[in-house]
């Protein structure tokens, strides 16, 4: 997505050789014109598959996801918490996720009520590095024995190879900017 890598080289900031930040657009000020593009993009992508449900995580993913969903018609955005507040206190599906940019791990959590055996589920994030949350978040979907169309990352950075374990897996990534490597301070995308 030509306009995402713009922005991205415009106002990303480059941390060492494995982090970019982008807090200026995408995850903690947002632009929302930008996300309404981004959102449209996936809804273009995964276009025909009978999406049911987005699934994020908190919190930097609910509002891609929430752009997200008006595109595919205003369904339901499902997301993970990490921490279980005392108001849940349903039955849940659960799945530990590491952090790389926190160094911690975490429960990811969903109630049983909002993922079901008839939901098509698609899983979108800001970002794929290591893949931990896709695979935590996959993993609620497949507790619930729902179907997992794919997963949907704003910005992936290949050198990490989360986006390679799950496409060994079989799984369905579509990414709208891929970071190949960053060097020197510069951020080289796939071509």
Do not use: W
């Not at 699934?55 to 997301?79: D, K, Q, W, Y």
């Not at 206190?89 to 160094?103: I, N, P, Q, R």
Request: charged fraction near 25%.
């Amino acid at each position: 997505m030509k306009t995402l890598k713009e922005r991205i080289l415009a106002d990303g900031v480059c941390i060492g050789t494995e982090i970019v930040k982008v807090d200026s657009f995408l995850n903690h000020q947002i632009d929302v014109a930008l996300l309404d593009e981004i959102g449209k993009e996936f809804a273009r992508r995964f276009s025909g598959q009978q999406v049911s449900k987005i699934l994020t995580v908190e919190a930097s993913g609910i509002a891609i996801a929430c752009m997200a969903a008006r595109h595919f018609g205003n369904i339901p955005v499902v997301f993970a918490k990490k921490a279980s507040p005392n108001t849940m206190t349903e039955d849940l599906y659960g799945a530990e996720v590491k952090s790389f940019t926190k160094g911690t791990v975490s429960v990811v959590r969903v109630s049983k009520r909002f993922l079901n055996p008839e939901d098509r589920v698609l899983i979108l994030d800001d970002f794929l590095a290591h893949g931990e949350a896709a695979i935590g978040m996959a993993e609620l979907v497949r507790q619930a024995g729902a179907e997992l169309i794919g997963v949907g990352a704003v910005i992936e950075k290949q050198f990490q190879g989360g986006g390679k374990r799950l496409r060994e897996k079989g799984c369905r990534i579509e990414s709208l900017a891929i970071i190949e490597s960053i060097k020197d301070g510069k951020i080289n995308f796939l071509k």
